[in-house]
């Protein structure tokens, strides 16, 4: 008889599929009209037919077998059976077979057995209970994959516990935590597998648990883990597990935490940001007054009295710390945009040699003496701003010398850097965390060997408003403003310290290739009729346009003053004259940026400089020229003689 198709689905649901074997025809009509209308059904006449529907049809879910067979008896082809389906088997015989049942019954090779003739209503619900018991044992052997699986794949440590504490069961993650395979962990308590951990806990607020771990990865890295536990127990006596069992939930929440201190930095930063912004101009207008005034006053009529010199000098240097004090905060709050262009490094460093002789190693009781150590070979010029870079060195430099109570020097040094993409080299790794990008670097180091800072307080140097000072020595912004000026150039921090042996800081710059930068003259007082346009100066503070105008024509420049946008707009209307306008940004009326478009549509080419004690720039072109409040006189007339032409 050949087989018959089961129909997989009936109105109330999945039909179970039924595997009818005998090699008599009439029995396998009387079994299939018996029970057809509540199973799908297949039928055989032999064992090897039997066996190939059973590979066809993996979800049969019941056997019914005749026990006498001509190639094969009932219990052995069921016995076969059971190696290849979990199906429910039932063996049909005749009383004179009752010890092969038996047999059978207690090897397990069969579930029920039937005599015959057999009774309609007893084999029926045989039948039914053995599909039912498949359908259960297949359905909890999917639970229990689908638990493994997720037991093993869950992105937390998982540990099962006994009531003494031993690990019953554990997923890789949290063996990994424990720093050792998985079988190693097996039936030892977690003080067993972590005997030396330092308790660095600390319960989350108002519980007991979870706690917080800091452990060591495979790496010897700090990791924070969250651990909590939760006992397993039942709402009733009979669903109680017959032993007290525990769940130990492991999480590495090291990025968690990271992530929260970033935000915890943004919003300081966002409060920096407000508060420096409404009060940046109005004081770098009256810091740009001080210091251009002081200047001025020294140009007219230098003091010859000692004492009234010293007190310039003292004014000077006052104004000038107000000012890289309002910079900080801007440039960390609100960082201005980087002028990045080819910088001879060394030739840089050269140059600040009198600046840091002055401030660092100069005379009195904190004199550092600043070394310089530069290779014989000429580097590639580094891509950054060599103002902002500047203030960079003098912020490391100020620092390395209050690293050296006793006293000390201080070594500034530069040298090239090439990294490759090659993964089986080591990637240079700053405080970002991020190996740096292949390609080639301008390194400057500066190296104290001062009191040096161990690793907890390394970790923090780069935070706002940290520092390790007296009072009244820092603010802990100078740090926070190297770091975020060298990220913004594209590069790192890299720092090296022992306590007690000092301490080194890298700034990696990416370097460029070549750079035909044309090197700019130093400006000198020209007679006013050297130069073929007049200036334009525009600014509401009468004091700090006194201050620009003064310098312009110490310069020999030709100058125009005004206290108003409309004002400058009517007198670029009636001067052609005008060859170059130098405009405060912010002014009330009519702001910078909408005066300067009005005189675009007036004079497309004439070129305009924003002075501007504010960071922002979003208002203004990306091409704007931007002079920051406080300025100097060489700032200002770098600026100015890039875009006014002379008759030489």
């Not at 597998?193 to 330092?198: A, C, D, M, V």
């Not at 890298?506 to 000198?524: I, M």
Request: aromatic share 4%; net charge negative; with cysteine.
């Amino acid at each position: 008889m050949s087989a018959g198709l089961p129909s997989h689905h009936s109105a109330s649901g999945p039909r179970g599929t039924i595997l009818l074997v005998d090699d008599e025809a009439e029995i396998l009509v009387a079994l299939t009209d018996l029970l057809e209308d509540e199973f799908s059904i297949l039928t055989a006449t032999s064992a090897a037919e039997a066996f190939a529907l059973l590979q066809e049809h993996p979800d049969t879910a019941v056997i019914v077998s005749d026990q006498r067979m001509r190639d094969m008896t009932g219990d052995v082809f069921l016995a076969q059976a059971r190696q290849m389906s979990d199906a429910g088997t039932i063996l049909l015989t005749g009383y004179a077979d009752l010890d092969t049942v038996a047999g059978a019954l207690n090897r397990g090779a069969i579930t029920f057995c039937a005599t015959k003739p057999w009774d309609p209503g007893s084999l029926r619900a045989m039948v039914r209970e053995a599909a039912n018991a498949c359908r259960m044992r297949r359905t909890l052997a999917t639970e229990q994959a689908l638990m493994r699986s997720l037991f093993d794949n869950l992105p937390m440590g998982l540990a099962i516990t006994d009531a003494q504490g031993r690990i019953t069961r554990l997923n890789g993650l949290a063996a990994a935590s424990y720093g050792r395979p998985m079988e190693n962990c097996l039936g030892h308590t977690e003080a067993e597998l972590l005997p030396g951990e330092t308790q660095r806990a600390s319960a989350l607020s108002g519980v007991s648990e979870p706690m917080l771990v800091a452990r060591p990865d495979a790496d010897g890295q700090e990791r924070w883990h969250r651990i909590s536990r939760v006992a397993l127990s039942g709402d009733g006596a009979e669903a109680r597990p017959p032993e007290t069992l525990s769940v130990l939930i492991d999480q590495d929440v090291t990025d968690l935490m990271d992530m929260e201190r970033r935000a915890r930095q943004a919003d300081k930063m966002q409060a920096i940001g407000t508060l420096a912004g409404g009060i940046a101009h109005d004081f770098n207008n009256l810091l740009t007054a001080i210091l251009g005034s002081l200047e001025l006053v020294t140009d007219l009529q230098p003091p010859t009295d000692p004492n009234v010199a010293r007190l310039f000098t003292n004014a000077m240097d006052a104004a000038r710390r107000g000012a890289v004090l309002t910079q900080k905060l801007l440039d960390f709050s609100r960082p201005r945009d980087l002028s990045r262009r080819p910088v001879d490094v060394p030739e840089l460093l050269v140059q600040m040699q009198g600046l840091l002789a002055q401030s660092i190693g100069g005379g009195g009781s904190r004199a550092t003496p600043v070394h310089l150590k530069l290779p014989e070979t000429p580097l590639p010029r580094a891509s950054t701003d060599p103002s902002l870079l500047e203030v960079a060195l003098v912020n490391l430099c100020l620092n390395a010398r209050d690293a050296q109570p006793q006293g000390g020097d201080i070594t500034i040094s530069a040298h090239a850097a090439v990294l490759s993409d090659k993964k089986t080299e080591k990637r240079v790794v700053g405080r970002s965390g991020r190996p740096l990008p292949a390609g080639t670097y301008v390194v400057v180091s500066v190296t104290d060997h001062g009191v040096g800072m161990s690793e907890e307080v390394q970790s923090r140097i780069f935070e706002p408003f940290f520092t390790t000072k007296t009072v009244g020595s820092g603010i802990g912004l100078g740090l926070p403003m190297v770091y975020g000026f060298v990220q913004r150039n594209g590069g790192d921090v890299c720092v090296s310290s022992t306590p007690g042996k000092g301490t080194s800081i890298e700034l990696w710059l990416p370097a460029v290739v070549s750079s035909n930068a044309p090197v700019k003259e130093p400006v000198v007082a020209r007679k006013p009729d050297e130069y073929l346009r007049s200036i334009l100066v525009v600014d509401d503070e009468p004091a700090v346009a006194a201050v620009t105008v003064g310098f312009l024509s110490r310069a020999g420049f030709r100058v125009l003053e005004c206290h108003g946008g409309a004002q400058a707009v009517e007198l670029v209307r009636t001067r052609p004259d005008i060859g170059l306008v130098v405009m405060d940004l912010l002014m009330p009326g009519m702001n910078g940026d909408e005066c300067a478009r009005r005189i675009g549509t007036l004079r497309p080419d004439l070129p305009v400089i924003f002075v501007t004690g504010f960071a922002d720039r979003a208002i203004l072109p990306p091409d704007a020229r931007v002079l920051a409040k406080p300025f100097t006189r060489e700032a200002l007339l770098s600026d100015v003689t890039d875009l006014i032409p002379s008759r030489k």
